[in-house]
């Protein structure tokens, strides 16, 4: 499932559920339900309401990525989550401050770039990195996000010797490679970014 959230909004969304929850008990308790029928009520409520939220994100995401593809014809998309690595981009390109935020991860023969949603609904670029700026791509264990968790991150390493790490999402194409290899999918698309790359011209 193509969904990564920020991690400030997976605290939102939890404690909104547990209220959610909360609240559909009282209610469906007003209703003359008791023990069980309450519980197994409240249960499926909830469920559906995550499932509609998640479909939801799941659409957005979508959308994002097909409007940045269609404006980028040779080039591959996919979801990505930024970190405070990007904060000050996202902050000049989006007209508000985040610490994360959901992006779209376009790459082709002109390089990397990420795309996100502007506060007034339009896409922006956050960052374009040109090929000849870009050292390597590769994946980043390890990399850590939230407060004490840690996950697979991808760093890109620029010529100037910086770095831009974040959370992608592999493709299920990418998903199915490195289930049949037996590696991270963040290492098969690091690996797929890179081959993207044009290859360098010899003098003659």
């Known amino acids: 499932m193509d969904v990564q959230l ?3 909004r997976k605290v939102l969304f939890a404690a909104w559920l547990l209220v959610f929850g909360g609240a559909m ?4 308790a007003s209703l003359g339900w008791s023990g069980v029928g ?3 009520a409240s249960l499926t409520v909830t469920a559906l309401w995550l499932g509609a939220f998640i479909s939801v994100l799941i659409g957005r995401n979508k959308r994002r990525n097909a ?4 404006t980028h014809p040779g080039w591959a998309v996919t979801s990505a989550v930024t970190t405070p690595a990007q904060a000050e981009l996202l902050r000049a390109a989006r ?4 610490r994360e935020a959901a992006v779209t991860l376009a790459y082709g023969p002109g390089g990397i770039e990420l795309w996100a949603r502007h506060r007034n609904g339009s896409l922006v670029p956050v960052l374009q990195m ?3 700026d870009v050292a390597d791509v590769r994946a980043l264990p390890g990399m850590p996000f939230g407060r004490d968790a840690r996950t697979t ?4 390493t620029l010529a100037d010797g910086s770095h831009q790490d974040m959370r992608a999402i592999a493709t299920s194409g990418l998903r199915k ?5 037996g590696t991270s999918a963040v290492a098969v698309l690091a690996a797929d970014i890179e081959a993207h790359r044009p290859p360098a011209r010899t003098r003659h």
């Open 95 to 98: 007209g508000r401050a985040r």
């Open 38 to 40: 309450v519980l197994l």
């Open 130 to 132: 040109p090929w000849a």
């Open 153 to 156: 991150g991808l760093r890109i």
């Open 25 to 28: 008990t009282v209610v469906i």
């Open 67 to 70: 409007q940045v593809a269609a």
């Open 177 to 181: 490679v490195a289930d049949r290899a």
């Open 6 to 8: 920020p991690t400030y």
